[in-house]
C-alpha cells in the first residue's frame, strides 16, 4: 500500500519536475550566449536553476564552478525525490546506486591523482555535499598519498576488495582502466542484484534493461575509443569491459573485440538493433550516437513506465542529460567551438 | 483688515552691512529689490553678485558625493578668505581625484564594502606595502570555503570576514614564495578575488570631513547672503535697504538694527512712492477665508479687505444652500479635526465654519440627516409654533424660498455697491462716486426699481409711474451714460470726451443697456440659492425612500445616500457660493490690485 501511494507520488513529482527541463527556445537561447556569464545569468533568470544559482556572481564564474552547482542540485533534486520512495531497508538501498557512480568516480580521481602526486589538486573538486550519505568519508580523500592511504579510507566498503590487487602496483604502474572495470563491475553487479532479487514484474525487467543497455552502450563506447585512439588488442580491451551485455550474444561480444576494426565495429553496429542511431555515414562521436539511444529509452520509459523507480532513473539519466548539454554548450563557448557544431553535440 | 505698514530705509557701513542682511533675512522684513528702485546711476548701483562662493558651494557637493561623505550645515560660522578656500579646494580636488579613480574601479556591493569594513583595521595601503606578505580578498561559495580546512599543509592563513547565505568573503596571505601555487588553489576552488583597495576611502574622508563643513557652512552663509544682495544699493560710503515693516513689528525692528549701528529711517508709505505690500490680518473665524481672497487677488494696501464680508455671506449662502443639522455638524466636526491636525489644509478650515451655518440653517429648516419631523418638537419649545417652523417641500413654500433668495441677493448686491461707494470717497474718485454702475447712479436705480416691484406685488403702493421713473431710472442712466465725461471734468479735464460726442453717445446706450442687463442677471443668479434649498430638500426625500423601501439594508442606505448628498451636494454647493462671491459681488467693489508680504528670507 505505502509503495502504491508512493509510486504514485514519486512519478507525479517527476512529471512536474521533468516539465520544467530545458526546452529547444532555451537551447537556442543559451547557444547564442558569448561568454559563461551570459550562460550563467540566462541559467539563473530565465530556467528552474534559478535557486541553485541565486548566489553567483554572473560577471565571474567559473565554468567548473557553473557545472558543480547544477550537479549539486541535481543530487538535491534525487534526494527530495527519494522521500518518496518509501522508508523501508531495500529500497533505501536501492537508491544508494545513484550515489556508488560518483563514490566510483571520486575513487578514480583519487588514483590518477596519486599518480601525478598532487593531492591537494583533489580537495577543490570534493563532492562534499554528500560527505553524510557516501559510504566513506570523500574528506579523507584530501590526505591521500598513495593507494595504502586510499585503500585505508576504503576499508569496511564495497570497493575495497575489487581495489585491492592493484596495491602491490608502484603509483606510476597503477592500471587505472582496469580498477575502473572492477569498481564499475562492483556497481553493476549490485545494482543488477539488488534488482533482480528483491522485485519482480515487466517493470523489474524494463529496469535491468536500462541497467544494461546503460551498461552495453559504455562498453560499446570503449570498444570504439580503444581501437580508434589506442589500438588495443582484444585481451587488453576485454580487460576494461564490464560483463554486462544485453542486445549482443557473447559471440558477437567476442567477434566485436577481437576481429574488427573500428570501421567494421561501426558497421556491425549500424546493422544491430542501434541501427536507427548508428550511421557510418553521417557519424559525429561514438558518445553523441550512444547518448541519443540512452536519451530516447529513458524518454520512453519516463512517460509510459509503471514502477516509480524506474521513473526516477529515466529522470536522473536525462537530468543528466541536459547537464552534460550546458557543460557542452559551456566548453563550446570557452574554447570559441562554431555554434553549428556545438548544437550537433547536444542530445535532445 | 490689512496691516499698516512702516516704510523704512536702512543705511549701512561696508563694516556691516553683511550682519545686517542676515539680521533682516532673519526679521519679518519686505524688500524692495534695488533694480525698481535706482532711477539712475546718480543714487548709486546695486550690488553685484560674486558667484565664487556658488560655484564653490556647488564643487563641494559634487567632491562630497564623489567620496559617497555626506556634509552638512553648523551651527557655528568659521570664516575663511577666499585663498584659504581655493588652496582647501585644491588639496580636496588632488587628494578625492585618488578616490574617484578607486570608486570606478571597484564598484564593491554593499556586502563587499561590510567584509571590507573588517579588513580595514589592517591598513589598505599596508597591506599593499607589505615586501613579503601576499594578501588577496575576494569571495568564496560555501563548498568550497568547507574544503579549506582539508588543506593542512600551512601555506596560506585564511581570515573569513562576513558570510551571507552560500557566500563567504575571506581574505588569505601568503609568502610570494607559495604565492602562485596558493592562488592557484584558490582558483580551483572559483575564488572571485576584489581588488584590495590602493587607498582607505573611509579615512580619507573621515580626514577631511570637519573641514569641508567648516567651509560647506562658510560658502552657505555667504551664498545666503547673496540672495540678498538685489536689495541693496550701494552709494560711495553707505549700502541701503528700503523695505516694509509691519507698525506692530517696527520698535522692536529699529532696535534690532541699531544694535547693529545700522541707521534706520520711517516713514509712512503713501500714495505717491512705493505700494506697500498687503499682510491681512483677522480674527481666527474669518482668518481661512483670507485663502480665497488671495485667490483672485490681494487687495491693495490703499484699499480695505474684504475677508470679513467674504467670509459672512460665503457662510450664510453655504448654510441657506446645504440646510441639515446633522449633516452640517459632521462637516463641521471634520472640517475641524482635520484643520487641527493639518494647519496646511486651510479648506478643512473653512469646512468647519461653513458646517457651523449649515447646522443653523438645518435647525430653522427642520432637517436631520434629511429626516424632516425629527426636530419638529424642538421647533415647536423654540419658536412655540403649532406644526413645523419651515417645510421646504410645500408647494406653498416654494415661491417664498425663491424670491427670498432674490431679495437676500439684492440686499448683498447694495452692499457691495455701498463698498464700492466708499472706496470711491475714499480715493477721491468723485466722478466714478457719481455716475458709476455701482456708484450712487446705480444704487439709487436699483434700490428704486426694487422698492418698486416690491410695492407693485404687495399692491400697497406704486411708484413706478412716469415722474418717479423719471427721476429714479431715467436720472440715473443718464448719470451712467455721462460717467466718462463727469470723471474727465473731477479729474480737472473739462466735460469732454476722447472721441467725440456721438459715438460716446452710442457706446454709452449699449453700455446702459449692458447695465440694465447685469442688474437683472445678477439678481436672478442668487435664485439658485433657493434652488438648492429645495434640491437638497429633494435628494434626501429620495434617499429616506429607499431607505424605507429596502427594509433591514436600511441603515446601510442612510449612511451611504447622507454619504453621497454631503460629498456631491457639499461640492458643488461650495463652489457655487464661490462663484456667486466673485462674479456677483467682488465685481462691483473690488479690484484686488495688491502685492503679498514677502519676508526676504522666505524667498527662493
Not at chain 1, 514502477?307 to 526516477?312: A, I, Q
Not at chain 2, 547565505?165 to 588553489?185: D, F, L, M, R
Not at chain 2, 440653517?361 to 424632516?372: K, N
Not at chain 2, 431607505?547 to 439594508?553: R, S
Request: some cysteine; hydrophobic content about 40%; overall charge negative.
Amino acid at each position: 500500500m505505502e509503495l502504491a501511494y508512493s509510486a504514485n507520488a514519486m512519478s507525479a513529482k517527476i512529471m512536474a519536475m521533468f516539465g520544467k527541463r530545458l526546452r529547444d527556445s532555451d537551447y537556442e537561447s543559451l547557444l547564442n550566449k558569448k561568454s559563461i556569464g551570459e550562460v550563467a545569468s540566462y541559467l539563473k533568470s530565465q530556467t528552474y536553476f534559478s535557486s541553485a544559482l541565486k548566489d553567483i556572481n554572473e560577471s565571474a564564474i567559473h565554468r567548473g564552478q557553473l557545472e558543480s552547482l547544477i550537479r549539486q542540485d541535481l543530487y538535491a533534486r534525487f534526494s527530495r525525490l527519494i522521500r518518496y520512495g518509501g522508508r523501508s531497508e531495500a529500497r533505501r538501498e536501492f537508491y544508494h546506486y545513484g550515489l556508488m557512480e560518483v563514490e566510483v568516480s571520486q575513487i578514480l580521481s583519487c588514483v590518477n591523482l596519486i599518480r601525478n602526486q598532487d593531492s591537494t589538486a583533489m580537495i577543490a573538486k570534493l563532492p562534499l555535499f554528500l560527505k553524510h550519505h557516501a559510504s566513506f568519508d570523500l574528506a579523507n580523500l584530501a590526505n591521500v598519498n598513495d593507494f595504502a592511504g586510499l585503500l585505508k579510507v576504503l576499508q569496511g566498503t564495497d570497493y575495497y576488495q575489487p581495489a585491492l590487487p592493484y596495491l602491490s602496483q608502484s603509483p606510476e604502474d597503477i592500471d587505472v582502466p582496469g580498477l575502473e572495470s572492477s569498481l564499475r563491475s562492483v556497481f553493476c553487479q549490485k545494482v543488477l542484484d539488488m534488482i533482480i532479487k528483491k522485485r519482480k514484474g515487466k517493470d523489474t525487467k524494463a529496469l535491468i534493461k536500462v541497467f544494461s543497455t546503460q551498461i552495453e552502450l559504455e562498453n560499446i563506447v570503449k570498444i570504439y575509443r580503444a581501437k580508434k585512439y589506442f589500438h588495443l588488442s582484444g585481451e587488453r580491451i576485454e580487460e576494461v569491459l564490464t560483463p554486462v551485455w544485453c542486445n549482443f550474444s557473447p559471440k558477437q561480444v567476442h567477434q566485436m573485440v577481437y576481429d574488427m576494426d573500428e570501421t567494421q565495429f561501426l558497421d556491425a553496429l549500424s546493422h544491430s538493433v542501434y541501427r536507427r542511431y548508428i550511421d557510418p555515414n553521417n557519424f559525429l562521436y561514438i558518445e553523441v550516437h550512444t547518448k541519443k539511444i540512452s536519451y530516447d529509452l529513458n524518454t520512453h520509459n519516463l512517460i509510459y513506465g509503471q514502477d516509480p523507480d524506474l521513473v526516477l532513473q529515466s529522470y536522473l539519466s536525462l537530468a543528466e542529460s541536459e547537464i552534460e548539454n550546458i557543460v557542452d554548450i559551456v566548453e563550446g563557448i570557452r574554447y570559441h567551438v562554431p555554434q553549428d557544431v556545438i548544437e550537433r553535440l547536444l542530445v535532445r | 483688515m490689512i496691516e499698516k505698514m512702516k516704510l523704512v530705509h536702512l543705511s549701512a557701513t561696508p563694516q556691516n552691512y553683511k550682519e545686517m542682511l542676515i539680521r533682516l533675512s532673519q526679521l519679518e522684513f519686505h524688500g524692495e529689490p534695488a533694480s525698481a528702485l535706482l532711477k539712475d546711476t546718480s543714487e548709486g548701483e546695486p550690488l553685484a553678485e560674486d558667484p565664487f562662493y556658488t560655484e564653490c558651494l556647488s564643487e563641494l557637493s559634487t567632491l562630497s558625493a564623489t567620496a559617497g561623505c555626506q556634509i552638512s550645515r553648523q551651527s557655528e560660522v568659521t570664516r575663511f578668505s577666499k585663498e584659504e578656500i581655493e588652496a582647501f579646494l585644491g588639496e580636496l580636488r588632488e587628494q578625492f581625484e585618488v578616490v574617484t579613480k578607486a570608486n570606478q574601479n571597484a564598484k564593491l556591493s554593499y556586502e563587499d564594502e561590510t567584509a571590507l569594513e573588517a579588513l580595514r583595521s589592517v591598513g589598505f595601503e599596508d597591506m599593499h606595502g607589505c615586501q613579503y606578505l601576499f594578501f588577496r580578498f575576494g569571495r568564496l561559495n560555501h563548498q568550497s570555503f568547507k574544503k579549506l580546512s582539508l588543506y593542512t599543509d600551512h601555506q596560506f592563513d585564511v581570515c573569513e570576514l562576513y558570510h551571507q547565505e552560500q557566500t563567504h568573503w575571506v581574505c588569505y596571505v601568503t609568502s610570494p614564495q607559495y604565492g602562485a601555487k596558493v592562488n592557484k588553489i584558490f582558483d580551483d576552488l572559483y575564488f572571485e578575488p576584489i581588488a584590495i583597495p590602493e587607498v582607505d576611502v573611509k579615512a580619507l574622508v573621515a580626514k577631511y570631513t570637519p573641514k569641508m563643513n567648516e567651509v560647506y557652512t562658510y560658502c552657505s552663509w555667504r551664498h545666503d547672503l547673496l540672495k540678498l544682495y538685489k536689495y541693496v544699493i550701494k552709494t560711495e560710503n553707505t549700502y541701503e535697504v528700503t523695505g516694509f515693516v509691519s507698525s506692530r513689528d517696527f520698535d522692536g525692528f529699529k532696535e534690532a538694527m541699531e544694535e547693529l549701528s545700522v541707521k534706520v529711517e520711517a516713514t509712512d508709505p503713501d500714495h505717491h512712492g512705493l505700494l506697500p505690500p498687503t499682510l491681512l490680518k483677522n480674527n481666527w473665524f474669518v482668518r481661512p477665508f483670507e485663502m480665497f481672497v488671495g485667490m483672485y487677488s490681494l487687495p491693495s494696501y490703499f484699499d480695505f479687505d474684504p475677508t470679513s464680508f467674504f467670509c459672512y455671506s460665503y457662510c450664510l449662502l453655504f448654510g441657506i444652500m446645504f440646510g441639515d443639522l446633522g449633516q452640517g455638524a459632521l462637516v463641521a466636526i471634520g472640517g475641524f479635526v482635520l484643520a487641527k491636525l493639518k494647519p496646511q489644509m486651510r479648506i478643512a478650515a473653512v469646512a468647519g465654519r461653513v458646517g457651523l451655518t449649515s447646522m443653523v440653517f438645518g435647525f430653522l429648516f427642520g432637517s436631520f440627516f434629511g429626516d424632516e419631523h425629527i426636530l419638529i418638537p424642538l421647533q415647536k419649545i423654540c419658536f412655540g409654533v403649532r406644526e413645523k417652523l419651515f417645510e421646504v417641500l410645500a408647494g406653498s413654500s416654494t415661491m417664498p424660498i425663491l424670491m427670498g433668495s432674490v431679495l437676500l441677493g439684492a440686499i448683498l448686491i447694495l452692499m457691495c455697491m455701498v463698498f464700492n461707494m466708499a472706496l470711491r470717497i475714499k480715493h477721491k474718485e468723485w466722478g466714478e462716486l457719481l455716475c458709476g454702475q455701482n456708484g450712487i447712479a446705480g444704487f439709487v436705480f436699483y434700490s428704486y426699481l426694487l422698492i418698486g416691484i416690491a410695492g407693485m406685488f404687495s399692491g400697497s403702493y406704486n411708484i413706478l409711474t412716469p415722474v418717479w421713473l423719471a427721476l429714479f431710472a431715467g436720472g440715473p442712466l443718464i448719470l451712467i451714460l455721462l460717467e466718462k465725461p463727469f470723471v474727465r471734468l473731477f479729474e480737472g479735464q473739462g466735460f469732454t470726451v476722447s472721441n467725440g460726442w456721438g459715438n460716446h453717445i452710442l457706446e454709452a446706450i449699449f453700455e446702459d443697456v449692458v447695465v440694465l442687463l447685469d442688474f437683472v442677471a445678477n439678481s436672478m443668479s442668487f435664485m439658485r440659492v433657493g434652488g438648492f434649498v429645495l434640491s437638497h430638500a429633494g435628494m434626501m426625500l429620495v434617499v429616506m425612500t429607499l431607505v424605507e423601501m429596502t427594509g433591514k439594508a436600511g441603515f446601510l442606505v442612510f449612511v451611504l445616500g447622507n454619504l453621497f448628498v454631503m460629498v456631491l451636494e457639499g461640492l458643488i454647493v461650495g463652489i457655487q457660493s464661490l462663484r456667486l462671491e466673485y462674479y456677483e459681488m467682488f465685481s462691483r467693489y473690488y479690484s484686488g490690485s495688491g502685492k503679498s508680504f514677502q519676508q526676504i528670507s522666505k524667498e527662493s
